[in-house]
């Protein structure tokens, strides 16, 4: 039935390895012996919960994630955390948080972020990216946040950008996570939907340092959005 398969080039989602929908179909039936469905199984089981150890410990280990800094499944679409970001990150700080506009999905969290704050738009330049010498940072902002890869404009950053001391550097690197090392500890968060080249549409993960976790929130934050360990 595999050699019957086509070749799936598009954005997302992202093609499955054909063992994996063997797997995938049988334990739709029976999952490791459980005699339950995958659909059926609790949440609090033991069979979901190895499942789950599983899955952050291969995810932890492909990106070589340090331990201080906690691994967060999310049931929204990676676009939840554009709200998520200022929400979880804001503080009392009464300045505004580094935008850098690139594309599509910079410029769309920058709006969102306009809900709770006024971004500092460090640059504007959908389809480029400025020369850091013209940014215009803020340097006792909260945080800076960026698209590493904007898949509808064709910008993918090949440096990380630097930011000032105590400035929180934010990510989305959704459509390029796992596709390259990453050195995590320069990110106080790095966000990705899972079904570019994670597996299926539906979760997100957030990789957030943990210092991060208890910072005063000045909004109320919607418990599906809200950046805690269960």
């Known amino acids: 039935m595999s050699e019957h398969r086509v070749s799936n080039f598009n954005g997302g989602p992202s ?3 054909f063992e994996v929908l063997q797997q995938a179909q049988a334990e739709l039936l029976n999952v490791r012996g459980s005699g339950l469905s995958a659909l059926e199984i609790s949440h609090r089981g033991g069979v979901f919960d190895k499942i789950f150890a599983e899955a952050e410990a291969d995810f932890r280990q492909l990106l070589n994630i340090p331990k201080n800094y906690k691994v967060l499944f999310f049931q929204t679409g990676a676009t939840g955390q554009f709200a998520a970001v200022p929400l979880n990150l804001l503080g009392k700080s009464n300045q ?10 910079s410029e769309a969290a920058a709006e969102e972020a306009k809900l709770y704050t006024v971004p500092n738009y460090v640059a504007c330049t959908v389809g480029a990216i400025a020369n850091p010498s013209t940014w215009k940072v803020n340097e006792q902002a909260p945080y800076f946040y960026y698209c590493d890869n904007e898949t509808i404009n064709g910008v993918e950053f090949p440096f990380v950008p630097d930011v000032p001391n105590g400035v929180t550097l934010v990510s989305d690197m959704s459509s390029n996570i796992l596709t390259r090392p990453v050195d995590v500890t320069k990110f106080g968060v790095i966000y990705a939907g899972a079904q570019k080249n994670a597996g299926t549409s539906g979760l997100t993960m957030v990789i957030v340092r943990e210092d991060l976790l208890d910072r005063e929130k000045v909004h109320p934050v919607p418990t599906v959005l809200h950046w805690k360990v269960w």
């Open 96 to 105: 505004s948080p580094n935008y850098m506009v690139t594309g599509r999905w």
């Open 15 to 17: 093609q499955l390895p």
